[in-house]
């Protein structure tokens, strides 16, 4: 055993043995633990140049009592950190709610998937937050009448408590509203609250909703609800036996899906919802006839609903009945053929625009140019006319345009964002689930208070075809090109 002294920078450090039967790194370590410099960074100077960490001592020839000298730099020393580490447990439940990625669940009170799931679906939609983030009973419309109201104030309250809560928040304010101003939904079978249509649910919120976030006319977003989920349909309705023709408009919420031996897919079915037969009074024939409607999307929402037209009255069970039969429905939704020549005018160069922008993340060469584009969406944006030789209204000429982010413009294909399901055999029985795309891109399945993270390529299999979860109503979110 030899004693030795080390100096570096300008402290010696007297007295450290060294164990010659053990190699140099172990007294490196000894080093290491009395400066900070670690062994690989140490340059200890010797006979016959640097010490090496597997060297002989024996042929070194260190003497007891001499003094070595080392260069090196020490590793910084850890500080410790200004503030107290906290534990996620030990977070304020609004900032565990934040760091968990995705609101919380909604306690069941009896047969109330239908409206947990609906409101789930409804609340992941941005935009309505933050209209009714802004309502205020200052703001209020004379046309709104006071149950409409608080409803509206409950869904905005509990839309709040559901992104500030980790635990599953029971919605009993918001359901006694709605029952007060639905009393179908308080309707009581053996004693308790029967099972309702989520679809019945999900269309009379988002009406009463439409009232209450109407803005002033003179306001340049007099309908916020109608501006995010509206779908304008240009009908021809056309009569067969007489010969007649006319046209008509309308504005809806959500499209159909009508499921027949026929349909396999989504956009067959949106095919088949958008034609129809109707009877009405007809003045050539003087009677009653049969008109065919056809009909075409004119302008396109941010949010686009689907509903699948999967129950229908049976009179012999005297109950709603399900259609079980397997449609698919795709995560990338295409409508363009699905709307109006006019408004394919003005999808065309935003829709040649996201192929470029495809197109150049597969290197490829994009096949218009900007100043093509830009001379393109001049012509698209011009106001169009229709048979009468009147320009259309601001509402067609803005169909395929952002109302909210100007330089923006829709291409009519959409992205899948929430789907609402049903698993069981009828409308009034059976259960609702909501499964919810989140900003970070992750699937929740929302099953009431349980809400649990779920695979992309699970969503697309609630098509149907048997008795487990099958897509009732699914909605989608509008792609942009910046122009």
């Known amino acids: 055993m030899l004693t030795v002294s080390v ?6 450090f007297e007295g450290i043995e060294i164990d010659v039967t053990l190699p140099p790194y172990v007294f490196k370590a000894q080093l290491y633990d009395l400066t900070g410099v670690p062994p690989e960074r140490q340059k200890i100077m010797v006979k016959g140049g640097l010490l090496k960490d597997d060297a002989d001592w024996s042929a070194i020839g260190v003497k007891d009592g001499q003094k070595l000298m080392m260069m090196g730099t020490a590793d910084e020393i850890v500080k410790a950190p200004e503030k107290a580490i906290v534990f996620a447990e030990d977070l304020p439940e609004e900032e565990q709610a934040t760091n968990l990625g995705y609101s919380a669940g909604l306690v069941n009170l009896g047969n109330t998937c239908y409206m947990n799931s609906t ?3 409804l609340k992941s939609v941005p935009e309505l937050k933050s209209a009714l983030s802004n309502y205020s009973l200052a ?5 709104v009448d006071q149950t409409s109201h608080m409803l509206t104030v409950a869904t905005r309250e509990l839309f709040g408590d ?11 304010q918001f359901w006694m509203t709605l029952r007060k101003k639905f009393p179908q939904f308080s309707q009581l079978q053996n004693g308790m609250h029967m099972q309702q249509d989520a679809e019945e649910c999900w269309t009379q919120l988002l009406y009463t909703l439409s009232q209450s976030l109407k803005a002033p006319a003179s306001s340049e977003d007099s309908d916020a609800v109608k501006a995010l989920f509206g779908v304008n349909l240009r009908s021809r309705v056309h009569c067969q036996e007489s010969g007649e023709e006319s046209s008509e408009t309308e504005s809806v919420y959500s499209l159909k899906c009508h499921i027949s031996h026929e349909v396999n897919h989504l956009h067959e ?49 005297n109950q709603k009945a399900k259609i079980l039969r397997k449609v698919d429905y795709p995560l990338e939704l295409d409508i363009f053929d699905l709307c109006s020549e006019d408004l394919r005018k003005k999808l065309e160069a935003p829709r040649q625009k996201l192929r470029d922008e495809e197109g150049k993340k597969l290197g490829l060469q994009p096949k ?14 011009a106001p169009s006319s229709n048979e009468g030789g009147e320009s259309s209204t601001a509402g067609q000429q803005e169909g395929a345009s952002s109302s909210s982010e100007k330089g923006t413009h829709m291409t009519g294909i959409y992205d899948l964002v929430t789907v609402l399901t049903h698993k069981g055999r009828s409308a009034d029985s059976g259960h609702y689930v909501a499964w919810v795309k989140q900003e970070s891109g992750k699937w929740i399945q929302y099953d009431d208070s349980h809400p649990s993270i779920q695979r992309e390529e699970d ?17 989608y979110k509008a792609r942009f090109v910046s122009m």
Request: proline share 3%; aromatic share 8%; charged share 30%.
């Open 459 to 475: 969503i697309t299999k609630l098509s149907g075809g048997g008795d487990w979860h099958m897509a009732y109503i699914i909605m």
């Open 119 to 121: 409101v789930q679906c």
């Open 7 to 12: 100096k570096w920078q300008k402290k010696v």
């Open 368 to 381: 218009s140019s900007s100043k093509d584009i830009d001379v393109k969406m001049t012509d698209a944006e």
């Open 269 to 317: 079915g949106l095919k088949h919802g958008l034609k129809g037969e109707l009877e009405k009074t007809s003045p050539a024939l003087g009677r009653t006839a049969v008109y065919l409607k056809e009909s075409l999307i004119d302008s396109l929402p941010r949010y686009l609903t689907v509903q699948f037209v999967r129950f229908f009255w049976k009179r012999e069970t």
């Open 162 to 172: 559901l992104d500030r809560s980790v635990n599953a928040v029971s919605p009993t």
């Open 139 to 143: 703001g209020r419309s004379n046309d």
